[in-house]
């Protein structure tokens, strides 16, 4: 009975058993255990950027568009709020440029976009952004 016993169990683990598989077979496994992994960080990569988790897309607590005027198909100025600091500086398809430090803030981002129509108290704030431009604009021109 015993002898019986040892024969199972040495035909169990016989080292037939566990050999390797053969090469065209362990470079197709590889390869497919490579192609999950490259799928997986494509399908990872995917959902997080649906899911646009501002602390991964890059987005900063202290840093704020208060305001930007179009100049043209990619140029524009904006008023950028930087932990309570107002810069304004000037972006191209190629670089951005910091044209000036502002000594007087502008109104809140929130006044800015948050309507979609032509409300008074939006045109107001476009009004001075403006207005603050061409003297910015003006200054600048008398150097």
Same mark, same amino acid.
């Given at each position: 009975?015993?002898?019986?016993?040892?024969?199972?169990?040495? *035909?169990? $683990? *016989?080292? !037939?058993?566990?050999?390797?598989? !053969? #090469? #065209? /077979?362990?470079?197709?496994?590889?390869?497919?255990?490579?192609? *999950?992994?490259?799928?997986?960080? $494509?399908? %990872?990569?995917? +959902?997080?950027?649906?899911?646009?988790?501002?602390?991964?897309?890059?987005?900063?607590?202290?840093?704020?568009?208060? #305001?930007? %005027?179009?100049?043209?198909?990619? /140029?524009?100025?904006?008023?950028? &709020?930087? @932990? =309570? /600091?107002?810069?304004?500086? =000037?972006?191209?398809?190629?670089?951005?440029?910091? +044209?000036?430090?502002?000594?007087?803030?502008?109104? @809140?981002? /929130? &006044?800015?976009?948050?309507?979609? @129509?032509?409300?008074?108290?939006?045109? &107001?704030?476009? #009004?001075? $952004?403006?207005?603050? %431009?061409?003297?910015? +604009?003006?200054? @600048? &021109?008398?150097?």
């Amino acid at each position: 009975m015993a002898q019986k016993r040892l024969a199972v169990v040495s *035909a169990l $683990f *016989a080292p !037939t058993a566990f050999a390797a598989p !053969t #090469s #065209s /077979e362990s470079l197709a496994t590889t390869l497919a255990a490579l192609l *999950a992994v490259i799928g997986l960080i $494509f399908a %990872l990569a995917w +959902l997080l950027k649906r899911m646009k988790v501002p602390a991964i897309m890059g987005a900063k607590p202290g840093l704020k568009v208060v #305001s930007q %005027l179009p100049l043209g198909q990619r /140029e524009r100025v904006m008023v950028l &709020d930087v @932990n =309570g /600091e107002q810069v304004l500086i =000037g972006v191209t398809s190629q670089q951005i440029t910091l +044209l000036k430090s502002l000594d007087t803030p502008m109104g @809140n981002a /929130e &006044d800015n976009t948050k309507a979609t @129509n032509a409300s008074p108290k939006t045109s &107001d704030a476009n #009004s001075a $952004f403006s207005s603050q %431009l061409n003297k910015i +604009l003006k200054h @600048n &021109d008398a150097s």
